[in-house]
């Protein structure tokens, strides 16, 4: 049976799991087996996830799973999102979840924001959970790679407010490099626009993706999309499987700052 969630459309047997290692053939329905196990649980400023423009001061409760259908090798979730069943986790039901939330509401708590592994693949939890949490006016936030498919996509947005989507590079051979889809990100930033408040981040990696030409290409086509959505520049440092590389920068960061500036209204940079 084909999975339909992601471009990866990985074809699975009874019983067998995909490779986000959270999507699982039970009695012939794919459903995410990870449903409602929350490995990681806290209450954070709304601009860490990073949002700039959404509610600026206010915080929010996040929530992460385990599992992730990339393979970055810099990740720095990698305990959860390059893990599986075996991942420790605490059983949250979408009713639980919305109580935890509601309870925060006094400490400027303004929803959920669902992120640390890769949200995307838990949809038909994330699903539940947003209708819940719309339902009681209460916002819902996707920190994501974008690796969707456009229907689940579509059925999706309506119950989203808010999404920060991961745009790891603007060349197929840099998401070969993560095992993804380049045109898939884009189109998942196309359609988010139309529907919620979207914000870009790129993690820059000397290199990979620190050409100018490449900055030119990435903000002059976000630009084109709408030159007021913010784009987050992340400066990167050894992690994972990557522990032998250097950290980026500071002088890339503020060039490729300055490149992406040209276009868009609200560049932003670490350490910048």
């Known amino acids: 049976m084909i999975c339909e969630i992601c471009p990866r459309h990985c074809d699975l047997a009874p019983g067998q799991t995909g490779f986000c290692r959270a999507r699982t053939n039970i009695e012939n ?25 959404f509610f600026p001061g206010k915080r929010i409760l996040s929530v992460g799973s385990f599992g992730c259908n990339l393979r ?17 986790s605490v059983y949250m039901p979408p009713k639980t979840l919305l109580e935890r939330a509601s309870e925060l509401v006094p400490q400027g708590n303004i929803g959920v924001a669902f992120t640390y592994n890769e949200p995307l693949i838990s949809y038909e939890y994330l699903l539940d959970c947003a209708k ?20 689940p996509l579509k059925r999706l947005l309506p119950y989203v407010d808010a999404m920060n ?8 051979e840099y ?17 988010a626009a139309k529907s ?17 030409n490449e900055m030119r290409a990435l903000s002059s086509w976000l630009a084109s999309v709408d030159p007021e959505i913010p784009l987050h520049l992340q400066r990167f440092f050894p992690r994972y499987k990557m522990q032998d590389s250097y950290p980026t920068d500071t002088e890339t960061m503020r060039r490729l700052r300055g490149i992406a500036a040209e276009r868009l209204k609200y560049v932003y940079a670490d350490n910048c």
Do not use: W
């Not at 794919?30 to 601009?47: Q, W």
């Not at 970055?72 to 420790?88: K, V």
């Not at 070969?176 to 930033?189: H, P």
């Open 72 to 88: 970055c090798p810099f990740c720095q979730n990698h305990e959860i999102s390059m893990a599986g069943d075996e991942a420790q």
């Open 29 to 53: 329905k794919i459903i995410c087996s990870n449903y409602g196990r929350i490995t990681s649980l806290a209450l954070d400023p709304i601009e860490k996830k990073p949002l700039s423009g």
């Open 132 to 151: 819940l949490l719309k339902s009681q006016g209460l916002k819902v936030v996707l920190v994501t790679n974008g690796m969707i498919c456009k229907e």
């Open 165 to 172: 989507i991961d745009l790891k590079g603007f060349t197929q």
């Open 196 to 212: 919620c408040h979207v914000e870009i981040s790129t993690l820059i990696i000397t290199g990979k993706n620190d050409s100018e």
């Open 175 to 191: 998401y070969n490099f993560v095992g993804g889809d380049l045109g898939v990100v884009l189109e998942t930033i196309e359609l």
